[in-house]
Every structure is written in structure tokens, then in C-alpha cells.
């Protein structure tokens, strides 16, 4: 760990003035945000087909990865967003009971849909995981 640009020791670091709760959320929602940034940029200047949204939370994985660690701040925000992600949920809800009409005429291919996905993401999970077992045996 370093502080004023010179490395500590652990016991050191266990010593330094830790951030508070809310600087350490604020801190990690700044970064998220940076990351979300750099991935519109990224959607908006090259031609990709993926929403800048998910381009930053790759770049956001990658870095994870590669410096195989999460951050403290990015960790503690993502776990206040995570508390919180039943209700980001209401507005679909909402949408849904506003367009009642379009579920009562279409009910059965929305049900199709429904199934078909399911049964692919289930099968496909079911390939990988085979693929990825298959020295473990």
C-alpha cells in the first residue's frame, strides 16, 4: 500500500486513517460512473453493437482481472446497488400493468418466448459447463 508515494508496511497500513462509509460509496459510484463513461464513449465513437453500459462493465471486469482484486469503494457501492435491485424492477412492473391490453392479446407468445429462451440459456449453461468440466473428471 502506498501513502505520500512511499510504500508501507501491513502494520502500517492496517494503522492509516481508513476513508468513512460515505466517501468510500461516493468514491465507488464516481468509478462506476467513470467506467459507464468510458464505455458510451467507446459505443459512441466506434461501431459496436453493444450498449456503453455493458462495454464499461468489461473494461470494469478486465481491470478486476487483471489487478485480481475489487476495489473497496467499487465493492461497497456495488453492494448498496445489489441491496437495492428489487426495485429497479418497479418500473418494468409498472410498464407491464399499463400495457395489460398487449399481455391479454399476445399472452401465449410472450408464454413461448418465455419457455423457449429458458430451456436455451438452460441448455447452453448445461454445454458450457460440460466443456469446462471436462478435464475435472
Not at 450498449?51 to 476495489?71: Q, S
Not at 399481455?103 to 469446462?132: K, Q
Request: charged share 15%.
Amino acid at each position: 500500500m502506498k501513502r505520500d508515494g512511499i510504500a508501507m508496511n501491513a502494520a502500517a497500513a492496517r494503522e492509516a486513517p481508513s476513508r468513512s462509509r460515505p466517501a468510500t460509496l461516493l468514491a465507488g459510484f464516481c468509478t462506476l460512473l467513470v467506467y459507464q463513461l468510458a464505455g458510451d464513449l467507446i459505443a459512441w465513437r466506434l461501431p459496436v453493437p453493444f450498449p456503453g453500459a455493458l462495454i464499461g462493465l468489461l473494461l470494469l471486469t478486465l481491470r478486476c482481472v487483471w489487478k485480481k482484486e475489487v476495489p473497496p469503494d467499487i465493492e461497497a457501492a456495488s453492494a448498496l446497488l445489489l441491496g437495492c435491485l428489487a426495485l429497479f424492477y418497479v418500473p418494468a412492473a409498472t410498464g407491464l400493468i399499463t400495457h395489460l391490453g398487449l399481455l391479454e392479446a399476445d399472452w401465449w407468445r410472450i408464454a413461448l418466448a418465455i419457455v423457449v429462451s429458458t430451456v436455451a440459456g438452460m441448455t447452453a449453461t448445461a454445454f458450457v459447463m460440460r466443456w469446462l468440466n471436462r478435464g475435472d473428471a
